[in-house]
Protein backbone atom coordinates (compact mmCIF):
# COMPACT_ATOMS: atom_id res chain seq x y z
CA UNK A 1 0.00 0.00 0.00
CA UNK A 2 1.28 3.32 -0.97
CA UNK A 3 1.25 6.23 1.48
CA UNK A 4 0.07 10.28 0.14
CA UNK A 5 0.16 13.31 1.69
CA UNK A 6 -2.93 15.24 2.39
CA UNK A 7 -4.14 17.90 4.77
CA UNK A 8 -6.85 16.73 7.19
CA UNK A 9 -8.92 18.25 9.91
CA UNK A 10 -6.57 20.78 11.58
CA UNK A 11 -3.39 19.00 11.53
CA UNK A 12 -1.88 19.94 8.70
CA UNK A 13 -0.30 17.31 6.24
CA UNK A 14 -0.72 13.85 7.43
CA UNK A 15 0.07 10.61 5.26
CA UNK A 16 -2.93 8.52 4.15
CA UNK A 17 -3.67 5.62 2.31
CA UNK A 18 -5.05 6.03 -1.22
CA UNK A 19 -7.43 3.31 -2.48
CA UNK A 20 -9.10 3.04 1.20
CA UNK A 21 -12.88 2.28 2.00
CA UNK A 22 -14.50 5.49 2.75
CA UNK A 23 -16.70 4.54 5.61
CA UNK A 24 -16.91 1.38 7.62
CA UNK A 25 -19.92 0.90 6.32
CA UNK A 26 -18.38 0.04 2.94
CA UNK A 27 -16.20 -2.66 4.55
CA UNK A 28 -19.58 -4.75 5.28
CA UNK A 29 -21.00 -3.78 1.42
CA UNK A 30 -17.85 -4.52 0.24
CA UNK A 31 -17.23 -8.20 1.57
CA UNK A 32 -20.94 -9.57 0.80
CA UNK A 33 -20.08 -10.61 -2.65
CA UNK A 34 -17.12 -12.98 -1.85
CA UNK A 35 -18.35 -13.53 1.97
CA UNK A 36 -21.76 -13.24 1.99
CA UNK A 37 -21.93 -16.99 3.06
CA UNK A 38 -19.46 -17.01 5.79
CA UNK A 39 -19.66 -16.74 9.30
CA UNK A 40 -18.37 -13.35 10.10
CA UNK A 41 -19.60 -13.60 14.02
CA UNK A 42 -19.67 -16.22 15.96
CA UNK A 43 -21.25 -15.90 19.88
CA UNK A 44 -23.04 -17.24 22.80
CA UNK A 45 -25.98 -16.82 21.20
CA UNK A 46 -25.72 -17.99 17.58
CA UNK A 47 -23.52 -17.15 14.43
CA UNK A 48 -24.36 -14.46 11.58
CA UNK A 49 -23.11 -14.94 7.88
CA UNK A 50 -21.90 -11.64 6.50
CA UNK A 51 -25.00 -11.41 4.36
CA UNK A 52 -27.06 -11.59 7.13
CA UNK A 53 -25.70 -9.03 9.46
CA UNK A 54 -25.89 -6.56 6.80
CA UNK A 55 -29.43 -7.31 6.45
CA UNK A 56 -30.09 -7.19 9.88
CA UNK A 57 -28.13 -4.08 10.11
CA UNK A 58 -30.16 -2.49 7.63
CA UNK A 59 -33.34 -3.04 9.21
CA UNK A 60 -32.17 -1.46 12.54
CA UNK A 61 -30.69 1.72 10.37
CA UNK A 62 -34.13 1.38 9.04
CA UNK A 63 -35.98 1.41 12.36
CA UNK A 64 -33.08 4.25 13.75
CA UNK A 65 -34.45 6.27 11.07
CA UNK A 66 -37.85 6.06 11.12
CA UNK A 67 -39.02 5.01 14.84
CA UNK A 68 -36.97 6.91 16.73
CA UNK A 69 -35.88 9.98 14.47
CA UNK A 70 -32.14 8.79 14.59
CA UNK A 71 -30.18 11.56 12.13
CA UNK A 72 -27.03 11.74 11.31
CA UNK A 73 -24.44 12.85 13.93
CA UNK A 74 -27.00 11.98 16.71
CA UNK A 75 -25.34 9.21 19.37
CA UNK A 76 -27.05 5.59 19.93
CA UNK A 77 -25.65 4.66 23.08
CA UNK A 78 -24.83 0.61 23.88
CA UNK A 79 -24.53 -1.13 27.11
CA UNK A 80 -23.97 -4.56 25.58
CA UNK A 81 -21.03 -6.90 26.18
CA UNK A 82 -19.79 -9.32 23.46
CA UNK A 83 -22.92 -10.61 22.10
CA UNK A 84 -24.18 -10.56 18.83
CA UNK A 85 -25.85 -7.34 18.73
CA UNK A 86 -23.22 -5.70 19.29
CA UNK A 87 -21.32 -5.75 15.89
CA UNK A 88 -25.35 -5.17 14.42
CA UNK A 89 -25.60 -1.89 16.05
CA UNK A 90 -22.14 -0.87 15.24
CA UNK A 91 -22.88 -1.05 11.65
CA UNK A 92 -26.63 0.20 11.55
CA UNK A 93 -25.01 3.27 13.10
CA UNK A 94 -22.48 3.58 10.58
CA UNK A 95 -25.09 2.92 7.75
CA UNK A 96 -26.75 5.84 8.85
CA UNK A 97 -23.79 8.30 10.10
CA UNK A 98 -24.86 7.78 13.90
CA UNK A 99 -22.46 7.87 16.37
CA UNK A 100 -21.78 4.76 18.21
CA UNK A 101 -21.08 5.22 21.98
CA UNK A 102 -20.50 2.03 23.54
CA UNK A 103 -20.62 2.21 27.30
CA UNK A 104 -18.25 -0.24 29.60
CA UNK A 105 -20.87 -2.86 30.96
CA UNK A 106 -18.63 -3.11 34.58
CA UNK A 107 -19.41 1.01 35.32
CA UNK A 108 -20.90 2.19 38.62
CA UNK A 109 -24.33 4.07 38.25
CA UNK A 110 -22.73 7.37 38.96
CA UNK A 111 -20.11 6.78 36.25
CA UNK A 112 -22.99 5.59 33.56
CA UNK A 113 -24.85 8.54 34.50
CA UNK A 114 -21.79 10.30 33.64
CA UNK A 115 -21.09 9.05 30.42
CA UNK A 116 -24.44 9.35 28.84
CA UNK A 117 -25.53 12.96 30.56
CA UNK A 118 -22.41 14.09 28.68
CA UNK A 119 -22.59 12.03 24.87
CA UNK A 120 -26.33 12.95 25.56
CA UNK A 121 -27.69 9.80 23.53
CA UNK A 122 -31.13 9.83 20.96
CA UNK A 123 -31.08 6.16 21.70
CA UNK A 124 -29.75 3.80 24.62
CA UNK A 125 -29.64 -0.45 23.99
CA UNK A 126 -29.15 -2.41 27.12
CA UNK A 127 -29.00 -5.83 27.66
CA UNK A 128 -31.72 -6.85 30.26
CA UNK A 129 -28.43 -7.13 33.33
CA UNK A 130 -28.06 -3.63 33.01
CA UNK A 131 -31.09 -2.14 32.69
CA UNK A 132 -31.22 -1.37 36.44
CA UNK A 133 -28.37 0.96 36.48
CA UNK A 134 -30.57 2.75 33.13
CA UNK A 135 -33.40 2.73 35.48
CA UNK A 136 -30.92 4.41 37.98
CA UNK A 137 -29.79 6.72 35.80
CA UNK A 138 -33.23 7.94 34.81
CA UNK A 139 -34.78 8.19 38.41
CA UNK A 140 -31.15 10.81 39.69
CA UNK A 141 -31.32 12.78 36.28
CA UNK A 142 -34.55 12.91 34.63
CA UNK A 143 -34.51 13.50 31.04
CA UNK A 144 -31.31 11.91 30.37
CA UNK A 145 -32.53 9.71 28.05
CA UNK A 146 -34.88 11.84 25.92
CA UNK A 147 -37.80 9.61 25.86
CA UNK A 148 -38.62 6.09 26.95
CA UNK A 149 -39.56 4.76 23.38
CA UNK A 150 -35.99 5.05 22.18
CA UNK A 151 -34.96 2.27 24.87
CA UNK A 152 -34.48 -1.03 24.17
CA UNK A 153 -34.05 -4.05 26.45
CA UNK A 154 -32.06 -7.19 24.92
CA UNK A 155 -33.90 -10.48 26.78
CA UNK A 156 -36.30 -9.82 29.29
CA UNK A 157 -39.09 -8.34 27.86
CA UNK A 158 -36.99 -7.88 24.60
CA UNK A 159 -38.30 -4.70 22.85
CA UNK A 160 -34.94 -4.95 20.57
CA UNK A 161 -36.63 -7.34 18.43
CA UNK A 162 -38.75 -4.46 17.54
CA UNK A 163 -35.48 -3.09 15.66
CA UNK A 164 -34.61 -5.72 13.46
CA UNK A 165 -38.40 -6.11 12.20
CA UNK A 166 -38.06 -5.62 7.99
CA UNK A 167 -40.97 -2.88 7.83
CA UNK A 168 -38.91 -0.10 7.16
CA UNK A 169 -37.33 1.74 4.33
CA UNK A 170 -33.67 3.06 4.88
CA UNK A 171 -33.17 6.30 3.21
CA UNK A 172 -29.47 6.53 1.99
CA UNK A 173 -27.28 8.98 3.97
CA UNK A 174 -23.74 10.16 2.29
CA UNK A 175 -21.18 9.03 5.50
CA UNK A 176 -17.90 10.95 4.83
CA UNK A 177 -14.67 9.18 5.90
CA UNK A 178 -13.72 12.50 8.24
CA UNK A 179 -17.54 12.28 10.19
CA UNK A 180 -17.36 10.37 13.55
CA UNK A 181 -18.23 6.61 14.32
CA UNK A 182 -17.97 6.01 17.68
CA UNK A 183 -17.46 7.97 21.22
CA UNK A 184 -14.96 5.92 23.24
CA UNK A 185 -14.68 6.66 26.82
CA UNK A 186 -11.36 6.55 28.26
CA UNK A 187 -11.00 4.79 31.98
CA UNK A 188 -10.84 8.13 33.23
CA UNK A 189 -8.19 7.00 36.77
CA UNK A 190 -7.02 10.67 37.09
CA UNK A 191 -10.50 12.07 37.07
CA UNK A 192 -13.75 12.13 35.11
CA UNK A 193 -13.12 9.97 31.27
CA UNK A 194 -12.49 11.83 28.19
CA UNK A 195 -14.82 10.71 25.03
CA UNK A 196 -12.35 10.13 22.72
CA UNK A 197 -14.15 10.48 19.40
CA UNK A 198 -13.46 8.07 16.56
CA UNK A 199 -13.82 8.87 13.09
CA UNK A 200 -14.53 6.61 9.87
CA UNK A 201 -11.07 7.61 8.34
CA UNK A 202 -8.90 6.80 11.99
CA UNK A 203 -10.92 2.96 12.06
CA UNK A 204 -10.12 2.50 8.04
CA UNK A 205 -6.36 3.09 8.69
CA UNK A 206 -5.76 1.29 11.55
CA UNK A 207 -8.05 -1.77 9.98
CA UNK A 208 -5.45 -1.29 7.06
CA UNK A 209 -2.58 -1.08 8.89
CA UNK A 210 -3.23 -4.42 10.99
CA UNK A 211 -3.58 -6.38 7.72
CA UNK A 212 -0.37 -4.37 5.97
CA UNK A 213 1.54 -5.44 8.92
CA UNK A 214 0.40 -8.29 10.61
CA UNK A 215 0.19 -10.30 7.03
CA UNK A 216 -3.98 -11.62 8.09
CA UNK A 217 -6.01 -12.83 5.48
CA UNK A 218 -9.83 -14.28 5.20
CA UNK A 219 -8.59 -17.39 7.01
CA UNK A 220 -8.17 -15.74 10.25
CA UNK A 221 -9.95 -16.62 13.00
CA UNK A 222 -9.93 -14.91 16.44
CA UNK A 223 -11.86 -15.25 19.79
CA UNK A 224 -12.90 -12.51 21.52
CA UNK A 225 -12.06 -12.22 24.88
CA UNK A 226 -11.43 -8.66 25.53
CA UNK A 227 -14.65 -6.25 25.61
CA UNK A 228 -15.92 -4.97 22.20
CA UNK A 229 -16.59 -1.79 23.96
CA UNK A 230 -12.75 -1.33 24.05
CA UNK A 231 -10.44 -0.08 21.46
CA UNK A 232 -8.62 -3.52 20.93
CA UNK A 233 -11.52 -5.67 20.90
CA UNK A 234 -13.67 -3.31 18.46
CA UNK A 235 -10.55 -2.56 16.08
CA UNK A 236 -7.97 -5.06 16.63
CA UNK A 237 -10.06 -7.86 16.97
CA UNK A 238 -14.13 -7.24 15.55
CA UNK A 239 -13.45 -4.59 12.58
CA UNK A 240 -10.27 -6.23 11.70
CA UNK A 241 -11.88 -9.53 11.37
CA UNK A 242 -14.68 -8.23 8.85
CA UNK A 243 -12.56 -6.06 6.96
CA UNK A 244 -10.07 -9.06 6.22
CA UNK A 245 -13.46 -11.58 6.01
CA UNK A 246 -12.21 -13.58 8.76
CA UNK A 247 -14.45 -14.90 11.46
CA UNK A 248 -14.76 -13.39 14.93
CA UNK A 249 -16.00 -15.58 17.90
CA UNK A 250 -16.24 -14.24 21.16
CA UNK A 251 -16.80 -14.55 24.70
CA UNK A 252 -19.43 -13.23 26.82
CA UNK A 253 -17.41 -13.49 29.90
CA UNK A 254 -13.99 -14.79 30.26
CA UNK A 255 -13.24 -17.87 32.18
CA UNK A 256 -9.74 -19.23 31.13
CA UNK A 257 -10.61 -22.95 31.14
CA UNK A 258 -13.67 -21.94 28.41
CA UNK A 259 -11.19 -19.41 26.49
CA UNK A 260 -8.42 -22.57 26.11
CA UNK A 261 -11.63 -25.30 25.01
CA UNK A 262 -13.02 -22.63 22.14
CA UNK A 263 -9.57 -21.90 21.16
CA UNK A 264 -8.93 -25.60 20.51
CA UNK A 265 -12.35 -26.52 19.36
CA UNK A 266 -12.28 -23.39 16.80
CA UNK A 267 -8.44 -23.73 15.69
CA UNK A 268 -8.65 -19.70 16.40
CA UNK A 269 -5.47 -18.51 15.08
CA UNK A 270 -5.07 -15.17 15.37
CA UNK A 271 -4.77 -14.43 19.32
CA UNK A 272 -5.03 -11.23 20.60
CA UNK A 273 -4.71 -10.10 24.26
CA UNK A 274 -3.80 -8.14 26.96
CA UNK A 275 -0.61 -9.74 28.46
CA UNK A 276 -2.63 -10.23 31.58
CA UNK A 277 -4.95 -12.93 29.89
CA UNK A 278 -1.86 -14.57 28.85
CA UNK A 279 0.26 -14.46 32.16
CA UNK A 280 -3.38 -16.23 33.74
CA UNK A 281 -3.62 -19.02 30.97
CA UNK A 282 0.04 -19.50 31.70
CA UNK A 283 -0.40 -21.26 35.37
CA UNK A 284 -3.14 -23.42 33.72
CA UNK A 285 -2.37 -26.47 33.64
CA UNK A 286 -4.40 -27.24 30.40
CA UNK A 287 -2.83 -24.72 28.76
CA UNK A 288 0.80 -25.91 30.06
CA UNK A 289 -0.86 -29.43 28.54
CA UNK A 290 -2.40 -28.46 25.39
CA UNK A 291 -1.40 -27.69 21.69
CA UNK A 292 -1.71 -24.48 19.79
CA UNK A 293 0.65 -25.78 16.95
CA UNK A 294 -2.68 -24.23 14.70
CA UNK A 295 -2.18 -20.17 15.93
CA UNK A 296 -0.65 -18.22 13.29
CA UNK A 297 -0.49 -14.75 14.80
CA UNK A 298 0.00 -13.68 18.07
CA UNK A 299 -0.54 -10.04 19.15
CA UNK A 300 -1.04 -8.35 22.93
CA UNK A 301 -0.48 -4.83 24.17
CA UNK A 302 -2.06 -2.32 26.69
CA UNK A 303 0.45 -3.21 29.04
CA UNK A 304 4.01 -3.97 29.03
CA UNK A 305 5.26 -7.43 28.13
CA UNK A 306 7.72 -8.76 30.07
CA UNK A 307 10.69 -11.46 28.82
CA UNK A 308 8.97 -14.21 30.84
CA UNK A 309 5.88 -13.61 29.44
CA UNK A 310 7.04 -13.66 25.99
CA UNK A 311 9.13 -16.79 26.53
CA UNK A 312 6.25 -18.31 27.50
CA UNK A 313 4.10 -17.39 24.47
CA UNK A 314 6.91 -18.52 22.24
CA UNK A 315 6.72 -22.12 23.80
CA UNK A 316 2.87 -21.84 23.66
CA UNK A 317 2.50 -21.15 20.28
CA UNK A 318 5.70 -22.36 18.42
CA UNK A 319 4.58 -21.76 15.21
CA UNK A 320 2.79 -17.91 15.45
CA UNK A 321 4.49 -15.18 14.74
CA UNK A 322 4.45 -12.55 17.84
CA UNK A 323 3.34 -9.16 17.85
CA UNK A 324 3.67 -6.38 20.58
CA UNK A 325 1.92 -3.68 20.00
CA UNK A 326 1.42 -0.09 21.56
CA UNK A 327 -1.44 2.29 20.99
CA UNK A 328 -4.41 4.10 22.73
CA UNK A 329 -8.03 4.82 22.70
CA UNK A 330 -6.77 8.09 21.22
CA UNK A 331 -5.04 5.99 18.33
CA UNK A 332 -7.54 3.82 17.30
CA UNK A 333 -5.54 0.88 18.46
CA UNK A 334 -2.03 0.58 17.70
CA UNK A 335 0.06 3.53 16.61
CA UNK A 336 3.10 0.71 16.80
CA UNK A 337 3.39 -2.68 15.49
CA UNK A 338 6.43 -5.17 15.70
CA UNK A 339 6.86 -6.37 12.17
CA UNK A 340 6.35 -9.89 11.20
CA UNK A 341 10.43 -10.41 11.55
CA UNK A 342 12.41 -8.72 13.68
CA UNK A 343 16.04 -9.38 15.78
CA UNK A 344 15.98 -10.89 19.30
CA UNK A 345 17.32 -7.53 20.78
CA UNK A 346 14.59 -5.52 19.52
CA UNK A 347 11.74 -8.12 21.85
CA UNK A 348 11.61 -5.43 24.27
CA UNK A 349 10.21 -2.87 21.86
CA UNK A 350 6.79 -1.92 21.18
CA UNK A 351 7.54 -1.85 17.33
CA UNK A 352 7.75 0.40 14.70
CA UNK A 353 5.06 3.54 13.88
CA UNK A 354 2.25 1.63 11.49
CA UNK A 355 1.57 2.79 8.10
CA UNK A 356 1.01 7.24 8.00
CA UNK A 357 1.91 7.19 11.68
CA UNK A 358 4.74 10.41 12.87
CA UNK A 359 6.08 9.87 16.36
CA UNK A 360 8.62 12.01 17.84
CA UNK A 361 10.07 12.26 21.28
CA UNK A 362 9.87 15.72 23.21
CA UNK A 363 11.64 16.17 26.98
CA UNK A 364 10.21 18.10 29.32
CA UNK A 365 11.37 21.61 27.86
CA UNK A 366 8.92 21.02 25.01
CA UNK A 367 12.00 20.07 22.89
CA UNK A 368 12.52 16.86 20.64
CA UNK A 369 14.67 14.73 22.19
CA UNK A 370 17.99 12.85 21.05
CA UNK A 371 18.19 9.52 19.25
CA UNK A 372 18.25 7.26 22.32
CA UNK A 373 16.79 9.58 24.94
CA UNK A 374 14.05 8.92 26.54
CA UNK A 375 11.12 11.86 26.53
CA UNK A 376 6.92 11.89 26.13
CA UNK A 377 5.87 10.45 22.95
CA UNK A 378 3.61 12.99 20.88
CA UNK A 379 1.73 10.49 18.21
CA UNK A 380 0.34 12.35 14.77
CA UNK A 381 -1.37 10.67 11.76
CA UNK A 382 -4.56 9.37 10.28
CA UNK A 383 -5.17 7.02 13.05
CA UNK A 384 -5.06 9.77 15.95
CA UNK A 385 -8.23 11.13 17.02
CA UNK A 386 -10.03 14.36 15.86
CA UNK A 387 -9.94 15.45 19.53
CA UNK A 388 -12.22 15.00 22.76
CA UNK A 389 -16.27 15.22 22.97
CA UNK A 390 -17.43 18.64 23.85
CA UNK A 391 -14.10 19.16 25.74
CA UNK A 392 -12.24 22.44 24.89
CA UNK A 393 -10.15 22.10 27.59
CA UNK A 394 -8.65 18.74 26.89
CA UNK A 395 -8.10 19.49 23.55
CA UNK A 396 -6.21 22.76 23.98
CA UNK A 397 -3.51 20.68 26.87
CA UNK A 398 -3.44 17.10 24.69
CA UNK A 399 -2.90 18.40 21.37
CA UNK A 400 0.25 20.47 19.53
CA UNK A 401 0.09 20.94 16.16
CA UNK A 402 -1.74 17.76 15.19
CA UNK A 403 0.70 15.74 17.86
CA UNK A 404 -1.59 14.41 20.54
CA UNK A 405 0.49 14.10 24.13
CA UNK A 406 0.35 10.11 24.82
CA UNK A 407 1.71 10.87 28.63
CA UNK A 408 3.83 7.67 28.05
CA UNK A 409 7.27 8.11 28.56
CA UNK A 410 9.57 6.42 25.49
CA UNK A 411 12.45 6.38 23.68
CA UNK A 412 13.49 5.99 19.49
CA UNK A 413 16.30 3.89 18.91
CA UNK A 414 18.39 3.93 15.77
CA UNK A 415 16.30 1.78 13.77
CA UNK A 416 13.16 3.82 14.42
CA UNK A 417 11.95 0.67 16.81
CA UNK A 418 10.12 2.52 20.10
CA UNK A 419 10.47 1.76 23.31
CA UNK A 420 7.73 2.32 26.41
CA UNK A 421 9.57 2.96 29.43
CA UNK A 422 6.65 4.35 31.66
CA UNK A 423 3.85 6.58 32.06
CA UNK A 424 4.54 10.08 32.52
CA UNK A 425 2.45 10.13 35.64
CA UNK A 426 4.32 6.79 36.87
CA UNK A 427 7.82 8.18 36.53
CA UNK A 428 9.40 8.33 40.12
CA UNK A 429 11.91 10.68 40.97
CA UNK A 430 14.00 9.95 44.32
CA UNK A 431 16.66 12.88 45.05
CA UNK A 432 16.31 14.06 41.29
CA UNK A 433 17.16 10.62 39.93
CA UNK A 434 14.93 9.92 37.43
CA UNK A 435 13.42 5.87 38.26
CA UNK A 436 11.20 3.77 35.26
CA UNK A 437 8.96 1.72 36.95
CA UNK A 438 8.85 -0.59 34.12
CA UNK A 439 12.72 -1.67 34.73
CA UNK A 440 11.81 -2.29 38.35
CA UNK A 441 8.64 -4.28 37.88
CA UNK A 442 10.76 -6.10 34.53
CA UNK A 443 13.40 -7.47 36.99
CA UNK A 444 11.25 -7.94 39.58
CA UNK A 445 9.46 -10.38 37.22
CA UNK A 446 12.15 -12.27 36.40
CA UNK A 447 12.30 -13.60 39.83
CA UNK A 448 11.15 -16.84 40.11
CA UNK A 449 8.40 -16.75 42.12
CA UNK A 450 6.93 -13.60 40.93
CA UNK A 451 4.14 -13.34 38.69
CA UNK A 452 3.11 -10.07 38.49
CA UNK A 453 4.42 -6.67 40.15
CA UNK A 454 3.66 -3.14 40.07
CA UNK A 455 5.99 -0.54 41.43
CA UNK A 456 4.91 3.11 42.37
CA UNK A 457 6.51 6.31 44.15
CA UNK A 458 6.05 6.20 47.61
CA UNK A 459 6.75 9.55 49.59
CA UNK A 460 9.86 10.31 51.07
CA UNK A 461 11.13 13.43 53.80
CA UNK A 462 14.86 12.73 52.32
CA UNK A 463 14.94 11.68 48.63
CA UNK A 464 10.99 13.05 48.25
CA UNK A 465 10.15 9.60 46.85
CA UNK A 466 11.29 5.84 47.10
CA UNK A 467 10.49 3.17 45.13
CA UNK A 468 8.01 0.91 46.23
CA UNK A 469 7.11 -2.66 44.69
CA UNK A 470 3.60 -4.67 44.88
CA UNK A 471 4.45 -8.40 44.00
CA UNK A 472 2.08 -11.29 43.74
CA UNK A 473 3.04 -15.22 43.66
CA UNK A 474 1.22 -17.99 44.71
CA UNK A 475 3.81 -19.36 46.58
CA UNK A 476 5.45 -16.04 47.81
CA UNK A 477 5.67 -15.29 51.63
CA UNK A 478 6.73 -12.57 53.74
CA UNK A 479 10.41 -14.15 54.20
CA UNK A 480 11.05 -14.17 50.55
CA UNK A 481 11.20 -10.91 49.91
CA UNK A 482 14.55 -10.32 50.92
CA UNK A 483 15.27 -12.73 48.47
CA UNK A 484 13.60 -10.90 45.97
CA UNK A 485 15.16 -7.64 46.86
CA UNK A 486 18.76 -9.30 46.77
CA UNK A 487 17.91 -10.42 43.25
CA UNK A 488 16.79 -6.47 42.52
CA UNK A 489 20.24 -5.39 43.78
CA UNK A 490 22.19 -7.86 41.46
CA UNK A 491 19.95 -6.21 38.63
CA UNK A 492 19.66 -2.75 39.49
CA UNK A 493 21.38 0.44 40.38
CA UNK A 494 21.30 1.11 44.47
CA UNK A 495 18.56 3.94 43.94
CA UNK A 496 16.28 1.70 41.62
CA UNK A 497 16.29 -0.80 44.44
CA UNK A 498 12.72 -0.97 46.35
CA UNK A 499 12.90 -0.30 49.92
CA UNK A 500 9.37 -1.15 50.63
CA UNK A 501 7.20 -4.37 49.99
CA UNK A 502 3.51 -5.49 49.84
CA UNK A 503 2.49 -8.85 48.75
CA UNK A 504 -1.19 -8.65 46.98
CA UNK A 505 -3.22 -11.84 45.53
CA UNK A 506 -3.70 -9.68 42.74
CA UNK A 507 -3.31 -6.01 40.95
CA UNK A 508 -6.18 -3.77 40.68
CA UNK A 509 -7.27 -3.61 36.60
CA UNK A 510 -9.34 -1.46 34.78
CA UNK A 511 -11.67 -3.10 31.99
CA UNK A 512 -8.82 -2.94 29.57
CA UNK A 513 -6.43 -4.68 31.54
CA UNK A 514 -4.14 -1.55 32.71
CA UNK A 515 -2.76 -1.91 36.55
CA UNK A 516 -4.57 1.33 38.63
CA UNK A 517 -1.47 2.48 40.20
CA UNK A 518 -3.63 5.19 41.22
CA UNK A 519 -5.98 2.41 43.26
CA UNK A 520 -2.00 0.83 44.90
CA UNK A 521 -0.90 4.67 45.81
CA UNK A 522 -4.60 5.08 47.45
CA UNK A 523 -3.14 1.87 49.82
CA UNK A 524 -0.11 3.65 51.17
CA UNK A 525 -2.57 6.64 53.09
Known amino acids: MGIQEIGQFDRGEINVFPNRPSSIGQILSDNIMEFGSKEAIVTEEGSLTYLELDILSTSIAANLQKSCGVQKGDRVAVLIGNRIQFPLMLFACAMIGAIMVPVNIKLSVDETQYILGHSKPKVLISEQEFMWKVTEVNNQAKGIIPTEKNIFEIDGVDTFSQLTKDNQWLEP ?48 KTLIAIPMFHVTGLVGQLLHMFYIGGTAYSMNRYQNNVYIDLMIKH ?159 DMINRGGEKIFSIEVEDVLKSHPAVAEAAVIGEPDPIFGEKVKAFVVGPTIKTEDLLSIQEHCRKHLAKFKVPEEFEILESLPRNASGKILKNTLKLRGN
Open 267 to 425: KINFVFNVPTIFIMLSRIDEFQKSSFEFVRKVAFGGSPIYQQTFDVLKKAFPNAELHNAYGATETTSPATIMPVTYSESKVTSVGLPVGGAAIKVINLEGEDCQLGEAGELYIKGPMVIKGYWENPEANTSNFTDGYWHSGDIGLIDEDGFVYIRDRKK
Open 173 to 220: VLVNEEDSAFILYTSGTTGRPKGAVISHMNTIHNLMNYKEILKTDSSM
